[in-house]
């Protein structure tokens, strides 16, 4: 895993091109959200004051989309990047019980920061940054924070199984970008290269999605799925029992 303080995200220059291009660079970025809202929904929400882990969280946009359905909610926001979390902050000022924390997946997979137990750990679009090694070992802290009958959900990108496949898949992510750019009408280059950017990119260590969901199974969660997929893009996650 790169340090953090060494990778892109540590940059401000680069958080905020992400902010502002996430719509454009993220496959059926609604539907996600719209899909994590329902599992929250289905799974969670019965359950009043509900206390929520949100890794990697950037700038929040997780959580305040659960907010937006349960302000009940108790959070805990960790990220790497204090520009991040000054986004975050910004975003649900208006919110309460949410606590922001700045730290890498490496001091959480070292134990270096406190952690409660939590109804709801959730990540989006961070944990490929680690080696499968890494994953599992965040997955084992995951499942000893998280209360029985609690969930894990992952929205994150896998590496395809095979190079015939990820060659459709990430077709797939190209027609999505022009779909975009010409539903917005955006003209020039600037999104051309974002495929290319994203596999030369030695921040991610995308693992496949089987070696996650086996990986979840042995540590001992239980109802592990995919919860839905398009290309590399993917949610899955499981039930501590």
Known sequence: ?????????AKPEFTQEY?????VYIVERKRL???????????IGNKPNSNI????????????????IDNSIEATLIDGSEDMLNKAKDRMKEFGNLHFVRASFQEIINKNITLQRYDFIVSSLAIHHLTMEEKTALFKTIYSHLDVDGYFLNIDVVLAPSDALEQWYLLLWKQWIDERKSFWGIEGSHYNDIIKRYKDNNDNKPDTLAAQ???LLTIG??????????????????KKG
């Open 1 to 9: 895993m790169t340090e953090f303080n060494k990778s892109q995200w």
């Open 53 to 68: 882990l949100d890794l990697g969280c950037g700038d929040g946009i997780v959580i305040y989309e659960l907010l937006k």
């Open 33 to 43: 959200l719209e899909t994590l809202n329902s599992f929250y929904k289905h799974f």
């Open 221 to 238: 969660f239980e109802d592990v799925d995919c919860f839905y997929k398009y290309g590399i893009f993917t949610m899955y996650g499981g």
């Open 213 to 215: 969901l086996n990986a």
């Open 19 to 23: 902010r502002d291009s996430a719509d």
